[in-house]
């Protein structure tokens, strides 16, 4: 499996973004998608998952302003990003989970400044 993330990039507060993350390789429905997150000198965090089913969960700090959603025909997630704070700066991370194994992506750099 190989995780590929692109839609990062520089936003002033307030806006938005929409990550996007194609996964290749056997994906069952099983799986779970998401987006992590790290900023400098933290670790890295929840951002949202998805289930193959639909089911969804968020961090506290992105409820109501990021929504995840995802294709199961074209094994793909996106995460929408709305109004954009400071402290969302940090490189996000797409994340797969299928049975007992994990795999990640390269990693986007989403950049929060006016």
């Known amino acids: 499996v190989q995780l590929q993330a692109s839609g990062g990039g520089l936003v002033q507060p307030g806006g938005s973004l929409r990550l996007s993350c194609a996964a290749s390789g056997t994906i069952l429905s099983v799986a779970t998608m998401g987006w992590y997150r790290q900023a400098p000198g933290k670790q890295r965090e929840l951002v949202a998952t998805?289930?193959?089913?639909?089911?969804?969960n968020y961090a506290e700090s992105v409820k109501g302003r990021f929504t995840i959603s995802r294709d199961n025909a074209k094994n793909t997630v996106d995460l929408q990003m709305n109004s954009l704070k400071r402290e969302d700066t940090a490189v996000y991370y797409c994340?797969?989970?299928?049975?007992?194994?994990?795999?990640w992506g390269q990693g986007t750099q989403v950049t929060v400044s006016s």
């Open positions: 994340d797969l989970r299928q049975f007992k194994y994990e795999y």
């Open positions: 998805i289930t193959g089913g639909g089911s969804t």
